[in-house]
Nanobody, 122 residues
Framework: VQLQASGGGLVQAGGSLRLSCAAS????????MGWFRQAPGKEREFVAS??????NSYYADSVKGRFGISRDNSKMYLQMDSLKPEDAAVYYC??????????????????WGQGTQVTVSS
């Protein structure tokens, strides 16, 4: 499956963005999904994960209460509210073949999108 992330951009601190992740080649319902981010000079870190059914989600502590992950049959989304300068990064969507639950480890994901840049001005 090929993943395409979109929706990044420049936003002021306190603002909102909604990222999308679309798939080609296979339906997204075959995969557990996740969002990761990577800031310059830092390792790629987990942001949020959602199960195949969409019934379960899990967030990094740093975004809990501000970000919301969701999915439908064709796309996955990340609603980002109350953005902070430290949220600035390239955001990647990822798909994993794990059958149940959610995953925060990069190693659980088999497919990665190309990333979309999020910039937050203070």
């Amino acid at each position: 499956v090929q993943l395409q992330a979109s929706g990044g951009g420049l936003v002021q601190a306190g603002g909102s963005l909604r990222l999308s992740c679309a798939a080609s080649g296979r339906t997204l319902s075959d995969y557990g999904m996740g969002w990761f981010r990577q800031a310059p000079g830092k390792e790629r870190e987990f942001v949020a994960s959602i199960s195949r059914s969409g019934m379960n989600s899990y967030y990094a502590d740093s975004v809990k209460g501000r970000f919301g992950i969701s999915r439908d049959n064709s796309k996955m989304y990340l609603q980002m509210d109350s953005l902070k300068p430290e949220d600035a990064a390239v955001y990647y969507c990822a798909a994993g073949t794990f059958r149940v639950g959610v995953r925060s480890a990069k190693s659980a994901y088999d497919y990665w999108g190309q990333g979309t840049q999020v910039t937050v001005s203070s």
